[in-house]
């Protein structure tokens, strides 16, 4: 069976960390363009981060930039997401998608038939 898995969300206070992960079965996720998004209530989905396949580049949200960082471990088949110093405003369910493109490049584009395969997300909430 083709899946994203995400995890590692939770509560945080202003200021935390949390790693997310998102664990791929079924398919080699060197081979993919994989992007991190977010959606809070009542707003659209948001590009977070993405790393192109073999994670030759990497491209981070204006609002996210400097706080965030992707990386991938092949071995495990998994592609992390950093969160530092996380803000309220990051509050949102997380998701992690999948593309099957070999471009050096990728692209945050939210919209669900951009990307091959969505993982079910993982809640974030950054509380005071």
């Known amino acids: 069976q083709l899946q994203l898995v995400e995890s590692g969300g939770g509560l945080v206070q202003p200021g935390g960390s949390l790693r997310l992960s998102c664990a791929a079965s079924g398919f080699i996720l060197g081979d993919y363009a994989i992007g991190w998004f977010r959606q809070a209530p009542g707003k659209e989905r948001e590009g977070v981060s993405c790393s192109s396949a073999g994670g030759r580049s990497t491209k981070y949200g204006d609002s996210v930039k400097g706080r965030f960082t992707i990386s991938r471990d092949n071995a495990e088949n998994t592609v992390y997401l950093q969160m530092n110093n996380l803000k309220p405003e990051d509050t949102a369910v997380y998701y992690c998608?999948?593309?099957?493109?070999?471009?050096?490049?990728?692209?945050?584009?939210?919209?669900?038939?951009?990307?091959?395969?969505w993982g079910q997300g993982t809640q974030v909430t950054v509380f005071s």
């Open positions: 998608a999948a593309l099957y493109y070999s471009g050096y490049v990728c692209y945050l584009r939210p919209a669900s038939y951009e990307w091959h395969y």
